[in-house]
Nanobody, 126 residues
Framework: QVQLVESGGGSVQAGGSLRLSCARS????????RGWFRQAPGKEREGVAG???????SYSDSVKGRFTISKDNAKDTLYLEMNSLKPEDSAMYYC????????????????????WGQGTQVTVSS
């Protein structure tokens, strides 16, 4: 059974930074694709950033240049470094994983992901 556990969320003022982590337990094919999504109240879930087994990344336009996705294969942990945070970045953030081929496009599409974490809340105040 694959489990994903996010951490690192919190409250921060606009312009601040946060680093989210996502630890995995359970077996997954070695070159799986992973991503970060977010959902604000009353809004649809949005793909924020994704990374494939080779380290190729994809970002939504809304976070490009401010957020960085990375992974530590030795620790099997996914990260999302968030800088220059804005109030509109406030949301529940989820990490996800898929065991299939992915592309820069599908990395940001939630329907392709099979495994999800419970989420960590990020609140950015103005």
């Amino acid at each position: 059974q694959v489990q994903l556990v996010e951490s690192g969320g919190g409250s921060v003022q606009a312009g601040g930074s946060l680093r989210l982590s996502c630890a995995r337990s359970g077996y997954l094919y070695s070159t799986y694709c992973r991503g970060w999504f977010r959902q604000a109240p009353g809004k649809e879930r949005e793909g924020v950033a994704g990374i494939d087994g080779d380290g190729i990344t994809s970002y939504s336009d809304s976070v490009k240049g401010r957020f960085t996705i990375s992974k530590d294969n030795a620790k099997d942990t996914l990260y999302l470094e968030m800088n220059s945070l804005k109030p509109e970045d406030s949301a529940m953030y989820y990490c996800a994983a898929m065991e299939r081929d992915c592309s820069r496009v599908t990395l940001l599409v939630d329907a392709f992901y099979a495994y999800w974490g419970q989420g960590t809340q990020v609140t950015v105040s103005s």
